[in-house]
């Protein structure tokens, strides 16, 4: 080999398109974008179908004997089948026994606690007039202190049967529902609170009150339209 040969100078490889990398990165972009929709979508029946079964769960968890449900939209002309009706409102759902009769109805209700927003599901009797349970649907309350409102027996027990009647003129409850202080209760509308969560089981209370004085006035009448599941 000659030594002009050995001397010569070995090029670098020629840098890459600016193009090129622009048209790789972007494929892979749409791949992974596609990816991405291909999930959600295969994945969003399958929430839609455990977010209704937890909420069937829910509504007979809080409407006791009820073993099926009817949706309703509550309209200004009353209570509407969600299958039928024209215009949005707030959704109600409705428990009858195996039997078909009325058991009663579940609302949900919403207020700030201490962490964050809670959301709950509560069932009334219209029998008794009165609020028969109820249960957490969502909340960030802090885990072993404001989380009790999920369990503590001697809060959830006092919402059980928790007087909800309406005054004379029906245009809101007779007794206003408050949380007070753990046996302190003196009022058919008081709920017993829980030590070191007081701020969260007073939100219950003040969106127990806030739903049941607005949506009860607005089912007052209307009670014979849902008596029995035909």
């Known amino acids: 080999m000659s030594e002009a040969s050995q001397s010569q100078t070995v090029q670098p490889p020629a840098p890459t398109s600016s193009l090129r990398l622009i048209a790789t990165l972007g494929a892979i972009a749409l791949f992974a974008g596609l990816l991405v929709v291909s999930v959600v979508e295969w994945t969003r029946p399958i929430i839609a179908d455990n ?10 968890d809080v409407i006791p004997g009820a073993a099926e449900r009817r949706d309703f939209v509550l309209t200004e002309d009353g209570p509407v089948p969600k299958e039928e009706a ?29 962490a964050d927003v809670i959301r709950i599901l509560y069932g009334y009797d219209p029998s ?3 609020i028969v349970g109820m249960s957490v649907l ?4 802090t885990p072993g202190l404001g989380d009790r409102i999920e369990t503590d027996p ?9 007087d909800a009647s309406l005054n004379e003129d029906g245009t809101g409850l007779k007794h206003g529902i408050r949380t007070v202080g753990p046996g302190e ?11 070191g969560a007081t701020v969260s089981a ?4 003040d969106m127990l009150h ?12 209307h009670w014979s339209e849902l008596e029995r599941n035909e």
């Open 202 to 205: 007073e939100a219950i209370g």
């Open 210 to 221: 806030r739903s049941a004085n607005e949506r009860l006035p607005q089912l007052q009448g």
């Open 128 to 130: 008794c007039e009165c």
């Open 51 to 60: 977010h209704e079964r937890a909420l069937q769960q829910a509504v007979f």
């Open 138 to 141: 969502e909340s960030q309350e």
């Open 154 to 162: 001697d809060f959830l027990g006092s919402i059980e049967g928790l």
């Open 185 to 195: 209760r003196e009022d058919p509308g008081d709920i017993d609170g829980i030590t």
């Open 86 to 114: 024209q215009e949005r409102g707030p959704i109600i759902h409705v428990g009858y026994t195996a039997d078909g009769d009325l058991a009663g109805v579940a609302m949900e209700a919403s207020g700030r606690g201490y």
